[in-house]
Structures are given as structure tokens and as C-alpha cells.
């Protein structure tokens, strides 16, 4: 992921990047030579769906459960994260429903602290915003406007859009933009599935077996984990995410009913300690349509792109992908490199 040529910085131009995930991360540190970047996020703190939790003394991550490498380019990232100590090889191969081993597969890395803690390692000297939350996008044919519901106002000449798809369509027609068929068609082509996801602290062992994590063919559970037999938990604690369908089905039953149904299915060994279940709901948990590219620039407007793991490439190897190439595309139009 090679960083544009740096610029003067007179008359440089402002990227405004809503979304401080792994795309809008990874796009705004190749992007901060080029031009003024600011990272915007509706939540309290960094990382999306790089996702940790702390409940008493059990540190969860509850989003992404770890981080694959399939290309040469984000091998190369992956590298300089294990040398800088922030993530760590967690298992290698593929977990069964017993939690059983397929040794042929490929590294599942692991954050050294924790997931999240990726996402804050990528912040780090970047100027970025949270509990910033956006309300609309405008523009008048030369630039952005960028209004957010405290009522303050950016004004950009480039806007890239890592949130989930659907989030970035209402900004704009909060904005009365208004897409080209065949943008509006790509744009929502792309579809999401949710994921219920429980996070407890346990009594005593969990029951799984090393590495810690179970993948089930059929029930309620989609993926299971005990995080400290993953190595970032001092105490035992497990992250259950449930399957596509029962997340569809169950979204508005009760927290109460969703941890009934999901603990009876996980058949633990130990207790859960009382007041220690925390569900999250992830309406966009992972792309179930994607488009076919890393991005989509926008077209008959000024220079505004959308990326993240719904284009060209899913899980946080293709969020970063697809925030490289987009960072790389918004360069070349502004004439940087």
C-alpha cells in the first residue's frame, strides 16, 4: 500500500472520510501526505466493526474475530503489524464444529491486545473525529458540505464514504443528491447481513479446546470464541455471533430471550457470572452482495468515492484493500502523484 507523493502544503486539498474503520483508516494515513484529512465517526470510538469490549476484567472483541491474509500487498501490511507487535498469529487452518484444526489453511492473526487495538494503532496521528456523527451531504458542483447533527458544518473537496452502503445513501438524500441510475443501481445492489452478537464472563473454563474457537454447521451459532484461550482475556469470557438467519428472526425479541436461546445452544461448561451478558446487534455485520470493484467513484458531482468491505473484497483484509485503492484513485484525480 504505497503512500501518494507528498505536496506543499499550500492550497492542499480536504479529504473528509466518514467511517474509522479499517477502509477509512487505512485511506486516510495513505492519503495525510496529499492532502487535510479528517476521519469522521458516529461512534464513542475508533475501528467499526474492529470491535473490543471490556466487562469487569474480560476483555471481548464481540466484531471481527481475527484477520486473514489471501494477497502480496497486505501480506506486507500484515508484516510490519506483526514486527511492530500489534497483532499476533492466533491459530492456522480452518475450525470445525468441535473446534477441530484443518492445519493447510491460512494464518488467522489475532490482535496483540485486542482487535480493536488495530484500529487505534492505524489512528494514531491522524486527525480523527468521534461521536461525530453526519446528517447530510451537499454539494454545489466544486465542493462538499458536510453537515453533522451538532449542526456544525466541513467543507470538502473530496468525500470518501467507508460506513455501510445503506448509511451513505441517506446522508446523501438527506442532501437531495441525487445518484446516476447506474450509480443508484450499483450502490443498491450491495447487501448486508446482520449479526446478533453475546459476550459473557464465565465462572470457570468455557470448555473449548485450544485454540478457543468453534464453528458450527448447524443451529443458532455462527462462530464462537473464548478470548482467553485466544490470549487477550485474563479471565474466561466467550463472544458468540449468531447465524444470518436466527439474527434475522431474533432482532427484536428481547436481550433476555436472544442470551437464552444462544447460551442453551453453546452448551458451556461454566456458568455465566451474573450481570455479565452484553448482546450487540450488528445490522451490517459482514457484505452478503458485494461490488464487483475495491471502490466506486461517484459520478456528475464533485469527487466522491465509497469503499469498505462491501467493495471487491470482504473481512478486514478487503476493507483495507478497498481503502488503498480508494486513496490512491482520490490522488490520482486531484493530481497528486
Request: hydrophobic residues 50%; glycine residues 10%.
Amino acid at each position: 500500500m504505497q503512500r501518494p507523493t507528498a505536496v506543499s502544503e499550500v492550497s492542499r486539498p480536504r479529504v473528509v472520510v466518514i467511517g474509522a474503520g479499517m477502509a477509512g483508516l487505512t485511506a486516510a494515513h495513505l492519503l495525510t501526505a496529499v492532502a487535510d484529512v479528517i476521519v469522521l465517526d458516529k461512534g464513542r470510538g475508533v475501528g467499526g466493526r474492529l470491535a473490543t469490549r471490556r466487562i469487569g476484567d474480560a476483555t471481548l472483541d464481540h466484531g471481527a474475530q481475527f484477520i486473514t491474509i489471501h494477497s502480496a500487498e497486505f501480506a506486507a501490511t500484515v508484516g510490519r503489524w506483526v514486527t511492530d507487535g500489534v497483532v499476533a498469529p492466533w491459530f492456522r487452518g480452518r475450525i470445525g464444529p468441535e473446534g477441530v484444526l484443518d492445519p493447510d489453511g491460512h494464518t488467522r492473526f489475532r490482535g496483540s491486545v485486542s482487535m480493536n487495538a488495530v484500529a487505534k494503532n492505524l489512528a494514531v496521528g491522524l486527525d480523527v473525529r468521534t461521536a461525530s456523527q453526519v446528517a447530510a451531504l451537499t454539494h454545489d458542483a466544486e465542493s462538499w458540505k458536510v453537515t453533522l447533527v451538532d449542526g456544525s458544518e466541513l467543507v470538502a473537496d473530496v468525500v470518501l464514504a467507508t460506513a455501510p452502503v445503506p448509511q451513505t445513501i441517506a446522508l446523501l438524500e438527506k442532501g437531495d443528491v441525487v445518484l446516476t441510475s447506474s450509480d443508484a443501481a450499483a450502490l443498491n445492489t450491495i447487501a448486508y447481513d446482520p449479526c446478533i452478537a453475546l459476550m459473557a464472563v464465565l465462572d470457570g473454563p468455557s470448555g473449548l479446546t485450544e485454540p478457543g474457537a468453534v464453528d458450527p454447521v448447524e443451529g443458532p451459532i455462527d462462530w464462537m470464541a473464548d478470548n482467553q484461550l485466544k490470549g487477550i482475556s485474563s479471565v474466561p469470557a466467550v463472544t458468540i455471533h449468531a447465524t444470518p438467519e436466527f439474527s434475522r428472526a431474533q432482532w427484536d425479541e428481547s436481550d433476555e430471550a436472544i442470551t437464552g436461546a444462544l447460551l442453551a445452544a453453546a452448551r458451556l461448561d461454566a456458568a455465566v457470572v451474573a450481570g455479565s451478558v452484553q448482546i450487540q446487534r450488528w445490522l451490517y455485520a459482514r457484505p452478503s452482495v458485494e461490488h464487483p470493484e475495491r471502490f466506486l467513484r461517484l459520478s456528475d458531482m464533485p469527487l466522491f468515492v465509497c469503499a469498505g468491505d462491501a467493495f471487491g473484497g470482504a473481512k478486514v483484509e478487503g476493507a483495507a484493500l478497498s481503502g488503498a485503492a480508494a486513496a490512491a484513485v482520490i490522488g490520482s484525480v486531484l493530481g497528486l502523484e
